[in-house]
């Protein structure tokens, strides 16, 4: 069945992206969050010119068509709405097989063990602790993951001594049954990278995101062959030629792509088969409660090479308010630390009607 329309419905923050085939058949993705309106106009602009027309179910040649006669514009806003495309498709299929996209892929309902990851950095280190504490209580969480310097830093501290205090208190606070996670966020050199990371492992930290400027590969390999703590990244590449580089150049050792950033389901799955020819574990970005963590959870419980857990954003309407109101039934109950995919045909959830009806709303078609 040939697809011969896409509509999208955005704000600022969140575009939800519904794809139509010939026979009437629909399904909803999404694009990346933030300047989502932005994201919207490409989609319309530079994808549904070449998707119109094309197979719903061969997305892989969709996608390559959008990325060679824009092949102009390799960056990110391109990818980002490739994927809004390519979500809503599995959507659809999921819908027509009456089953879900992680049964497409080869994988099967259930939990999956997620962790709280806080994405504050404005919180003393204190709060931070009492927070989290909470929330191990109320969720059952068994891991979590905190921030650590500044964001794109150039080694500074959010405030002086808050990353080395923060890590001491964690780790004081919760027991060895818990796993604890810091990220980042491309904060340092290597020299003081592999400084923190020292301090990071004589605290029992497993997992060290983005130590260095994401785009300095040879950086944050020289932090990953001077530790023995797990370092990572990934989430913000969205070329699949980086991701061969960063994969047979070991320059981390667990890989962290993004469903949206990188341009889909199908376009991670070929990520995750490079990772796993390589016998290396793929832990995805997933940093919002938008429709990513979904998409992550169904991928998650197919991949042979998946990591230890789902990242699972704890911050609700306070710092992301534009997560309020997005659907109908909530996909996201957390229950002694697991999250479910359900047996729901396609991603399972329903968008509010309500908050489409707020939208901008967009269309191209066929004929158009």
Known sequence: ????????????????????????????????????????????????????????????????????????????????????????LWDMRGKREDKPVCALIG????????????????????????????????????????????????????????????????????DDGVALLVDANSCYT?????????????????????PCPYWEFSQTKEVTDALEIDVTGGEQDCMLERWETMIADRVVDVLQPDICYLGGLSRTLRV????????????????????????????MRAIPNAGKYLEFSIEGSDYYPWQDGLFVNDPYEITEGQATVTNAPGWGVEIDPNWLARSQYQSSDIHS
């Open 1 to 88: 069945m040939k697809l011969v329309k896409l509509e999208t419905f955005t704000n600022e923050y969140v575009c939800f992206v519904r794809a139509t085939a010939e026979d009437g058949a629909q399904g909803w993705g999404q694009v990346a969050p933030y300047y989502a309106d932005i994201t919207a106009q490409v989609l319309h602009r530079q994808v549904a010119p070449y998707a119109l027309g094309m197979e719903c179910e061969d997305i892989d040649a969709m996608l390559d068509l959008v990325r060679d006669r824009e092949h102009k514009f390799p960056g990110s806003y391109l990818r980002r709405a490739m994927g809004g495309v390519d979500t809503a």
């Open 107 to 174: 994988g099967t309902p259930g939990t999956i063990r997620a962790y709280g990851s806080s994405m504050k950095r404005d919180i003393t280190p204190i709060d931070e602790v009492d927070r989290l504490s909470r929330l191990r209580y109320e969720k059952g969480f068994d891991a979590f993951k905190f921030r650590i310097g500044a964001e794109v830093g150039r080694d500074q501290d959010e405030w002086p001594g808050r990353t080395e205090k923060i890590v001491t208190y964690m780790r004081q606070a919760m």
């Open 190 to 210: 290597p020299a003081r990278a592999i400084e923190i990371g020292r301090m990071l492992q004589n605290n029992g930290i497993s997992h060290y995101e983005e």
């Open 272 to 299: 995750v088969r490079m990772a796993e020819a390589a016998g290396m574990p793929v832990t995805p970005h997933a940093a919002n409660q938008s429709m990513v963590t979904l998409f992550t959870m169904h991928l």
